[in-house]
């Protein structure tokens, strides 16, 4: 068993997500989860907050107005491998991302397109979602290559009623191959489950028609910032060569690890976010070493 050498090849990833400055999410988890896989990563927030929402009344300052100017910076300086994208919190960002895409899209190069859908969870959207964002976040999906709803968002964005599991393995191949349909070419369901005791992902890679789920142990509680993290691991897996259902599987481990440590920690008490920095040497163990 060996290390794969992450600095003779260096990834680089660009991440279109918020700043919250305490409680651990978005833009503090992905930059150094992707940092942890090799993957040079540049950071575009779209907001800087004093805290993520879950904590009352957070300061918050909208950067949308600065979003393009970045990218067209960064396009004179250099490609990137992968982008990826995680909560947009109006319209126009997420038009603004639309364009991002195709400003890294040419002869040359195409990166590799994450969209994390942020839409909602637990069968409700945010505040901010109505039918006009909710149409242009699918006009977003319909550019990426891979597309990470969870179970709300993903009915969502199929004009759906929002359905509750347990789900059946039928249901989750009919729901992400419907995705497909608009673009992508993997669609990856977090927060899919068969049984009240276990949860994880469901994944569908249309090159190959595969379908694959994965899962592991319930733990109770909300975590925040689990499916920035999904998202991140999701992306790093994939930029480092392994298969879609590799990578999957990576993400669901280290997401689950992460849940069980700070479970163990902080019991109830979960607003300040995931042990995710304890659980990065499994992590990375578990993504960048081969066996002989």
């Known amino acids: 068993m060996q290390f794969l050498n992450t600095e003779e090849k260096p990834r680089r990833a660009a ?3 918020d700043l919250s400055g305490a409680g651990k999410c978005s833009l503090t988890v992905m930059l150094p989860v992707l940092s942890a ?10 907001a800087v907050l004093s ?3 879950g904590f009352k009344d957070p300061v918050y300052r909208d950067l949308t107005d600065d979003m393009l100017k970045t990218a067209q910076h960064w396009k004179r300086e250099g490609a990137f491998e992968g982008i990826c994208s995680g909560y947009l919190s109006s319209r126009e960002q997420i038009d ?11 002869e040359h190069s195409r990166p590799l397109r994450l969209v994390d859908p942020v839409m909602g969870d637990n069968g409700t959207l945010y505040g901010i979602f109505n039918k006009e964002t909710a149409r242009s976040m699918t006009r977003l999906c319909e550019k990426a290559d891979i597309l990470t709803p969870n179970m709300t968002e ?3 964005l199929l004009h759906e009623p929002f359905k509750d599991g347990p789900y059946d393995e039928k249901e989750l191949k009919r729901v992400m191959k419907a995705l497909s349909d608009f673009g992508p070419k993997v669609v990856i369901l977090t927060g899919a489950y068969t049984d ?12 190959k028609d595969e379908t ?28 480092n060569g392994k298969t879609v259902k590799e990578a999957c599987a990576a993400a669901v481990r280290y997401t689950a690890k992460c849940i069980e ?18 659980c990065l040497p499994f992590l990375m163990h578990d993504v960048l070493t081969e066996n002989d």
């Open 154 to 156: 993903a009915y969502c």
């Open 212 to 239: 694959a789920l994965v899962l592991s142990d319930r733990v109770p509680g909300k975590y925040h910032g689990t499916g920035d993290i999904f998202a991140a691991v999701m992306l790093g897996a994939m930029l």
């Open 51 to 53: 805290t993520h929402g």
């Open 37 to 46: 896989l090799g993957c040079e990563t540049s950071v575009l927030p779209t």
């Open 96 to 106: 603004t991302v639309r364009e991002i895409f195709e400003l890294f899209t040419d």
């Open 15 to 17: 991440v279109i997500n």
């Open 196 to 207: 009240e005791e276990t949860i994880g992902a469901a994944c569908y890679d249309r090159e």
């Open 261 to 278: 440590e700070t479970r163990k920690a902080c019991g109830d008490n979960t607003i300040w976010g995931v042990k995710f920095e304890k």
